[in-house]
Every structure is written in structure tokens, then in C-alpha cells.
């Protein structure tokens, strides 16, 4: 169901270098409320940085 997948580059404003790509580590499904959501883990290429976001379903 997601549109994201592990390797995949996407446009993300790194927190810490502000380089606008980073790549997905790691996409974890949940269920909240009978919506599924999807954690998205990120790794800027540049500086090597982490981070993690909640994305709504899509329906
Ligand atoms: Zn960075």
C-alpha cells in the first residue's frame, strides 16, 4: 500500500545540513485508528543525519 520503499530518494529538508534530499532506511506500517500510517525513516546522504516522520494512509 505505501508508496515508499527502502533506498528510495526523496525530497526532505535535512534538520541539520538543510540538503533537500535524503534517502528511506526503513518504512515501518502502522495502524492507527483503523487508518493505516506509515513511519518513515530518512538518511541524509550529505552529513549522515536521521530522521523519522509520520505519514497519513492514503485513501
Ligand atoms: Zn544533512
Not at 526532505?12 to 540538503?19: G, I, M, P
Request: proline share 3%; aromatic share 4%; hydrophobic share 25%.
Amino acid at each position: 500500500m505505501s508508496q515508499y520503499h527502502v533506498g528510495q530518494t526523496i525530497q526532505k529538508r535535512c534538520r541539520t545540513c538543510l540538503h533537500d534530499e535524503a534517502k528511506v532506511i526503513k518504512v515501518d506500517r502502522k495502524d492507527l485508528n483503523e487508518k493505516e500510517a506509515v513511519i518513515l525513516w530518512s538518511q541524509c546522504p550529505e552529513c549522515g543525519s536521521n530522521d523519522n516522520e509520520l505519514i497519513p494512509g492514503e485513501d
